[in-house]
């Protein structure tokens, strides 16, 4: 345990600053700004590939959804911590750049625009830590790395939704790579942080042959808020992400002079 949170705690800022460093070397046209936001956009997707990863892993060797164990399914939680508390000082990072880059940086002013762009990352990150992190650990005892596998998988959208905000820093929204984007945004989200709660009762049904409709009655009625909880945040950013698609493709081609 605390070798991986020794790891984690080296692995994410130093791979932030790495990136910072090489981006400013090889871009020296880029504000600080760009160059922090990207850095942060590239260690998110970083640490989603892991998780995934490591997801993947866990349900492949999990037969047994409920009793059967995978090391990783606790151990990479170890690893997340400190990446959750980075991300949270990153994304803070981010706003004081991009106000600095405007010269109205006051320490004040940056915190209250973080906090009001940002709350409900800063809830999500909050969760995570102090709700879903006990519970991974400690509170569910030595049952379901199943179910934390499928969990870590959420996070295969994220080097999408990280690319296109990258691409928006970089003005870059008209260009097909953002379109093509922003389509496998859509459909990993919607595959792996919405579906995937169903599948997830499929699979409990699958082995105690129940049909997926039985399985919110077959369990523990805490689960099924819990899951509530889980997805509730998902639809929203869904419902964000489809607006923004509809904009996206609705908008008129540019006129072209002559």
């Not at 809830?123 to 030595?142: C, E, M, N, S, Y």
């Amino acid at each position: 345990m605390l070798l991986t949170l020794a790891c984690g705690s080296l692995f994410f800022p130093g791979l932030f600053a790495l990136c910072t460093w090489g981006l400013r070397r090889a871009r020296p046209a880029w504000t600080d700004s760009d160059c922090v936001m990207i850095s942060t956009r590239l260690v998110s997707s970083v640490q989603a590939v892991l998780a995934t990863g490591s997801g993947i892993v866990i349900i492949r060797s999990c037969n047994d959804v409920i009793t059967d164990r995978h090391w990783l399914a606790r151990e990479y939680v170890w690893f997340l911590i400190p990446y959750m508390i980075y991300d949270s000082y990153a994304m803070y990072l981010c706003e004081w750049y991009r106000i600095g880059d405007q010269s109205r940086r006051q320490s004040l002013t940056t915190f209250q625009s973080f906090l009001s762009k940002n709350r409900l990352m800063i809830t999500h990150h909050a969760v995570i830590l102090f709700v879903l992190v006990p519970v991974a650990q400690k509170l569910r005892g030595d049952l379901g790395d199943f179910f934390v596998g499928c969990i870590f998988t959420a996070e295969l959208s994220t080097p999408f939704v990280s690319l296109g905000r990258v691409l928006i820093q970089l003005k870059q929204q008209h260009t097909l790579l953002y379109k093509v984007n922003g389509i496998l945004t859509l459909t990993t989200f919607l595959c792996c942080r919405i579906l995937l709660f169903p599948f997830m009762y499929w699979s409990y049904g699958q082995q105690q042959g129940l049909s997926l409709l039985q399985v919110p009655f077959n369990i523990p009625f805490y689960c099924n808020v819990a899951n509530g909880f889980l997805i509730a945040p998902q639809i929203y950013w869904f419902s964000l992400l489809c607006k923004k698609a509809t904009r996206l493709f609705d908008a008129p081609p540019a006129r072209k002079d002559g």
